[in-house]
């Protein structure tokens, strides 16, 4: 079989993706196999490919291909987000650049758009997950606005206002004026601004020259203004207990309240309260009966209670109304002021807070038993740092807001009667049967054209929230057999951004509606960051596009890259080296499967001691590696597993082992090293294959020669006997080798050039046994002795504790040898100094895992050891 010279992904991919597909390789039903499930985070129907979904996605299909090889029945579902505010504006856009308003349109109508759109828009982002190489159960793909998740949200609905969790009131809410719609606490994004503090003077009614000065970082809400709040034990404004205030430019009188919210520290003490337009205003108004004159319309433009300015935008407002009040006399001052600014999530407007009639879900009830399973850890966090931000989040949770004001989306099952009260049912038809049972005491007849459904639809979470028990219809058929199977799955990816829009109202709704956790680990992702540090964005230019990666570099590569420096919870600092770093491992790896695919074997040649300890020391060093490998994979570990991964097969397989074991310039192998190496090779392209899909599916048959079995069947490799004694030996042999061939470097003396190497020692102590062999082929030497005796016209060097010696031809430079020597003493004695400082340390000691420990202890006695043979060194040059 001719393999290629070079690896090329783009003739390998698509032919892989195409044969698992053809297979149903990614094919999952229950069965009796251990399951093993993860949900995709559904990405938004209206989204792209970018590189947080590429890591995301990489460590899931990381983490179902492991658990294939396992033996696990793996389940990876795929689906998307109908994104209700993201997928209307986009839907608006294309209608406005189609010149129709959506105002023009029934509800019908618009929802007939929409569907299009999806249609032709929304499996994009899926279609891009297969170039990654996902290996999704496509056959399972969901939406959340598909029949089942439909009917499944409704039924939820329902059945929690049934249990008295969701109502209806008007609240002081977060509203988008850009998205016209409420949105939740947690979709509110604070970022710091550089403000201006106005102090503004208000007049005291029956006055001509009394003022009472306030300070705001908004004074286009002073038109809204329904009372001055100062603290009731400031003396400064005692005196004016039951007098009034004139609001500045209409002169509206306003009482002056007394309350301790007030921080007498702030500005100058007194606060205007605008009840329609601030939180902490609202809660005020409330307690005071206030007057609530809301100023704004629904868009951010001024209302007509206003009374100035009606119509202007909110923000050109308050450079009109600063310079009206200067003119008047009312501006103090006006200082710059750092402040925190709540924007919409999803549309990066400012929000405004505003009193409205909302629909609503009581959450503290559920957040109990939600808390209290992460602190108990039946559901582990990874890292277990974003605990505590989970704690704080439940403990302090409010109830959520979960009506919006758009038309994509769960239209709210709510049904108004006449007189303007409600039933909650799934159809019409129910509803009208509730409702004749309301008014059945009143001798009133009712239609049922009478009744209105509610206009606004449900919060886009209040789909996802179910979406690990909807994705298997266990919302509508709480008993079938895959959601008996799979529930609960196993781990969940997802960012930590989103931890309280998602992971954590997913626990509640499993806690509620399956008595068990969706899942048993959270792997929280870091953000992708540039070279710079900042968030990758399109408006910055610094994201590059995945396709385009995955088609210059090839799709393993750009796993691998990503993966290489993203530990868990931790930002990944992207730049192009990383992906060039898993292409030149790809590389290595095809290089080096030519390299022994190329080797003749010899089936009479018996194998020399040589390659004989190489195998067996490859052996354990495999073995070990698994353990290790393994370890990390059960800590979520996986960039330090893939490390490991890289280790293993560019240092110790390519770098080392294949070295040892080359046959020399066209001479053949004997056959029980070249099995062994094959056998090496196939456990290591299984080892990798969860990384690196595609190449080493492409390998795997070149070394099968077999069209029809795939690696996604075999096994992962398992860890055998481990010889600690002869992994620690060959360490000893790495250093000498490197060693060597740093003086031959130094000393220029030709690689074809054989030398003798001479080891202080009475004889061969064991340190290398047939790794003497091993060192005479990679170091070129024509003898390797053992001796207590220092050649004359000699080049020393230190391996561990053990001094060497090159014998050399010409006359060895003294001055040159002397100073060398002395440098690295006084290296040695620093490290000395720097190790015995940390020993000393008893909060090192009595802290640091015992292992660290022994190994500072171990790194102070070779110190010392060196110190000794370099002492002795210098004083015998100098002799």
Same mark, same amino acid.
């Given at each position: 079989?001719?393999?290629a010279?070079?690896?090329?992904?783009?003739s390998?991919?698509?032919?892989?993706?195409?044969?698992?597909?053809?297979?149903?390789?990614?094919?999952?039903?229950?069965?009796s196999?251990?399951? &093993?499930?993860?949900?995709i985070?559904?990405?938004?129907?209206?989204?792209v490919?970018? =590189?947080?979904?590429?890591?995301?996605?990489?460590?899931?299909?990381?983490?179902?291909?492991?658990?294939?090889m396992?033996?696990?029945n793996?389940?990876?579902?795929?689906?998307?987000?109908?994104?209700?505010?993201?997928?209307?504006?986009?839907?608006?856009?294309?209608?406005? +650049?189609?010149?129709?308003?959506?105002?023009?349109?029934?509800?019908?109508?618009?929802?007939?758009h929409?569907?299009?759109?999806?249609?032709?828009?929304g499996?994009? %982002?899926?279609?891009?997950l297969?170039?990654?190489?996902?290996?999704c159960?496509?056959?399972?793909?969901c @939406?959340?606005?598909?029949?089942?998740?439909?009917?499944?949200?409704?039924?939820?609905? %329902?059945?929690?206002?049934?249990?008295?969790?969701?109502?209806?009131g008007?609240?002081?809410?977060?509203?988008?004026?850009?998205?016209?719609?409420?949105?939740?606490?947690?979709?509110?994004?604070?970022?710091?601004?550089?403000?201006?503090?106005? &102090?503004?003077?208000?007049?005291?009614?029956?006055?001509?020259?009394?003022?009472?000065?306030i300070?705001t970082?908004?004074?286009?809400t002073?038109?809204?203004?329904?009372?001055?709040?100062?603290?009731?034990?400031?003396?400064?404004? /005692?005196?004016?207990?039951g007098?009034?205030?004139?609001?500045?430019l209409?002169?509206?009188?306003?009482?002056v309240?007394?309350?301790?919210?007030?921080?007498?520290?702030?500005?100058?003490?007194?606060?205007?309260?605008?009840?329609?337009?601030?939180?902490?205003?609202?809660?005020?108004?409330?307690?005071?009966?206030?007057?609530?004159?809301?100023?704004?319309?629904?868009?951010?433009?001024? /209302?007509?209670?206003?009374?100035?300015?009606?119509?202007?935008?909110?923000?050109?407002?308050?450079?009109?109304?600063?310079?009206?009040?200067?003119?008047?006399?009312?501006?103090?001052?006006?200082?710059?002021?750092?402040?925190?600014?709540?924007?919409?999530?999803?549309?990066n407007?400012?929000?405004?807070?505003?009193?409205?009639?909302?629909?609503?879900?009581?959450?503290?009830?559920?957040?109990?038993?939600?808390?209290?399973?992460?602190?108990?850890?039946?559901?582990? @966090?990874?890292?277990?740092?974003?605990k505590? =931000?989970?704690?704080?989040? =439940?403990?302090?949770?409010?109830?959520?807001?979960?009506s919006?004001?758009?038309?994509?989306?769960?239209?709210?099952?709510?049904?108004?009667?006449?007189?303007? #009260?409600?039933?909650?049912?799934?159809?019409?038809?129910?509803?009208?049967?509730?409702?004749?049972?309301?008014?059945?005491?009143?001798?009133?007849?009712?239609?049922?054209?009478?009744?209105?459904?509610?206009?606004?639809?449900?919060?886009?979470?209040?789909?996802?929230?179910?979406?690990?028990?909807s994705?298997?219809?266990?919302?509508?058929?709480?008993?079938?057999?895959?959601?008996?199977y799979?529930?609960?799955?196993?781990?969940?990816?997802?960012?930590?951004e989103?931890? @309280?829009f998602?992971?954590?109202?997913?626990?509640?709704?499993?806690?509620?509606?399956?008595k068990?956790?969706?899942f048993?680990?959270?792997?929280?992702?870091?953000?992708v960051?540039?070279?710079?540090?900042?968030?990758? #964005?399109?408006?910055?230019?610094? #994201?590059?596009?995945?396709?385009?990666?995955?088609g210059?570099?090839?799709?393993?590569?750009?796993?691998m890259?990503?993966?290489?420096? #993203?530990p868990?919870?931790?930002d990944?600092?992207?730049?192009?080296?990383?992906?060039?770093?898993?292409?030149?491992?790809?590389?290595?790896?095809?290089?080096?499967?030519?390299?022994?695919?190329?080797?003749?074997v010899?089936?009479?040649l018996?194998?020399?001691?040589?390659?004989?300890?190489?195998?067996?020391?490859?052996? /354990?060093?495999?073995?070990?590696?698994?353990t290790?490998?393994?370890?990390?994979?059960?800590?979520?570990?996986?960039?330090?597993?893939?490390?490991?991964?890289?280790?293993?097969?560019?240092?110790?397989?390519?770098?080392?082992?294949?070295?040892?074991?080359?046959?020399?310039y066209?001479?053949?192998?004997?056959?029980r090293? &070249?099995?062994?190496?094959?056998?090496?090779?196939?456990?290591?392209i299984?080892?990798?294959?969860?990384?690196?899909?595609?190449l080493?599916?492409?390998?795997?048959?070149?070394?099968?020669?077999?069209?029809?079995?795939?690696?996604?069947?075999?096994?992962?490799?398992k860890?055998?006997?481990?010889?600690?004694?002869?992994?620690v030996k060959?360490?000893?042999?790495?250093?000498?080798? =490197?060693?060597?061939?740093a003086?031959?470097? +130094?000393?220029?003396?030709?690689?074809?050039?054989?030398?003798?190497?001479?080891?202080?020692?009475?004889?061969?102590?064991?340190?290398s046994?047939? @790794?003497?062999d091993?060192?005479?082929?990679?170091?070129?030497?024509?003898?390797?002795?053992y001796?207590?005796?220092?050649?004359?016209?000699?080049v020393?060097?230190?391996?561990?504790?053990?001094?060497?010696?090159i014998?050399?031809?010409?006359?060895?430079?003294?001055?040159?040898?002397?100073?060398?020597?002395?440098?690295?003493?006084? &290296?040695?004695?620093?490290?000395?100094?720097?190790?015995?400082?940390?020993?000393?340390?008893?909060?090192?000691?009595?802290?640091?895992?015992?292992k660290?420990?022994?190994?500072?202890k171990?790194?102070?006695a070779?110190?010392?050891s060196?110190?000794?043979?370099?002492?002795?060194?210098?004083?015998?040059?100098r002799?």
């Open positions: 079989m001719e393999i010279s070079k690896y090329d992904p783009s390998v991919e698509d032919k892989w993706y195409s044969f698992w597909l053809e297979k149903r390789m990614f094919r999952s039903v229950p069965d196999r251990e399951p &093993y499930c993860i949900v985070p559904p990405p938004n129907v209206t989204g490919l970018h =590189m947080g979904h590429m890591l995301n996605n990489t460590i899931q299909d990381i983490l179902v291909r492991r658990a294939r396992l033996g696990k793996a389940c990876w579902i795929p689906g998307t987000d109908h994104a209700s505010i993201a997928t209307e504006a986009k839907v608006v856009a294309k209608l406005r +650049e189609q010149g129709i308003e959506k105002s023009s349109l029934s509800r019908d109508e618009f929802l007939s929409a569907w299009e759109w999806k249609e032709k828009h499996g994009i %982002i899926l279609e891009q297969k170039k990654l190489g996902a290996s159960d496509w056959e399972r793909t @939406f959340t606005m598909d029949e089942t998740r439909f009917e499944s949200v409704i039924d939820v609905f %329902i059945d929690l206002h049934n249990k008295g969790l969701i109502y209806r008007a609240r002081m809410i977060n509203w988008d004026p850009k998205a016209l719609t409420a949105v939740s606490d947690e979709e509110v994004i604070y970022k710091e601004v550089q403000s201006k503090l106005y &102090y503004i003077r208000y007049r005291v009614e029956g006055s001509d020259d009394e003022w009472i000065t300070a970082t908004r004074p286009e002073i038109l809204g203004d329904t009372a001055i709040c100062v603290h009731p034990e400031d003396e400064r404004y /005692s005196h004016l207990k007098r009034k205030i004139l609001v500045p209409i002169n509206r009188p306003v009482p309240i007394f309350d301790e919210y007030v921080d007498r520290e702030f500005g100058t003490g007194a606060l205007k309260v605008t009840p329609a337009h601030d939180i902490n205003d609202y809660n005020l108004g409330l307690k005071y009966k206030l007057e609530v004159i809301d100023t704004f319309n629904p868009d951010g433009t001024l /209302s007509e209670a206003a009374r100035l300015y009606i119509g202007e935008n909110r923000f050109k407002v308050r450079t009109k109304i600063v310079k009206d009040l200067d003119a008047e006399g009312h501006i103090v001052k006006v200082e710059d002021y750092t402040n925190k600014v709540g924007y919409s999530e999803r549309t407007e400012v929000i405004e807070p505003r009193i409205s009639v909302q629909w609503f879900m009581k959450m503290k009830e559920l957040a109990r038993p939600a808390l209290e399973v992460v602190e108990n850890e039946t559901i582990r @966090f990874h890292p277990a740092k974003y505590n =931000m989970y704690r704080h989040w =439940m403990e302090n949770v409010n109830d959520w807001c979960i919006r004001q758009l038309l994509w989306g769960h239209r709210i099952p709510a049904w108004y009667l006449p007189d303007g #009260s409600f039933v909650v049912a799934k159809t019409c038809e129910e509803a009208f049967e509730l409702a004749k049972l309301r008014i059945a005491d009143r001798g009133s007849g009712i239609l049922i054209e009478d009744l209105r459904q509610d206009e606004d639809v449900l919060d886009t979470w209040f789909s996802s929230w179910l979406w690990p028990i994705v298997f219809d266990g919302i509508r058929k709480p008993d079938n057999p895959d959601i008996n799979y529930y609960p799955t196993v781990d969940l990816v997802t960012a930590p989103i931890i @309280f998602w992971v954590a109202r997913m626990i509640m709704a499993g806690l509620e509606y399956r068990a956790i969706p048993r680990n959270v792997y929280f992702t870091g953000i960051r540039d070279k710079q540090g900042r968030k990758m #964005s399109k408006s910055l230019g610094n #994201s590059p596009e995945p396709i385009e990666l995955i210059k570099y090839g799709a393993d590569a750009v796993r890259g990503m993966l290489l420096c #993203s868990a919870g931790n990944l600092l992207y730049d192009d080296s990383l992906v060039e770093q898993g292409r030149n491992f790809c590389n290595k790896v095809w290089n080096a499967m030519r390299l022994v695919k190329g080797w003749v010899d089936p009479g018996e194998q020399p001691k040589s390659n004989q300890v190489s195998v067996e020391w490859f052996d /354990s060093v495999l073995s070990a590696a698994l290790d490998i393994n370890e990390q994979f059960n800590r979520y570990r996986l960039s330090e597993a893939l490390k490991d991964v890289y280790k293993l097969v560019w240092d110790d397989f390519c770098s080392w082992y294949l070295e040892m074991i080359k046959p020399a066209l001479q053949p192998i004997d056959r090293t &070249y099995d062994a190496t094959l056998g090496f090779f196939e456990k290591l299984r080892l990798m294959h969860p990384f690196m899909p595609f080493t599916e492409e390998i795997f048959h070149i070394l099968h020669n077999s069209g029809e079995e795939s690696i996604m069947q075999a096994s992962l490799p860890a055998g006997n481990i010889d600690e004694d002869l992994i060959f360490g000893f042999i790495r250093e000498l080798v =490197m060693s060597v061939r003086v031959r470097s +130094e000393k220029k003396i030709p690689p074809k050039e054989q030398i003798p190497v001479i080891i202080r020692s009475e004889k061969n102590t064991g340190k046994e047939h @790794f003497d091993v060192v005479i082929k990679l170091c070129n030497l024509h003898d390797l002795q001796s207590q005796d220092k050649p004359a016209d000699s020393s060097f230190i391996v561990g504790t053990t001094e060497c010696y014998p050399l031809m010409q006359t060895i430079n003294l001055d040159e040898e002397l100073k060398k020597l002395e440098e690295e003493l006084q &290296y040695q004695q620093g490290f000395l100094v720097s190790i015995m400082t940390k020993l000393d340390s008893t909060g090192f000691v009595n802290n640091a895992p015992s660290v420990v022994d190994a500072e171990k790194k102070k070779d110190a010392e060196r110190i000794r043979v370099l002492t002795e060194q210098i004083m015998s040059l002799k």
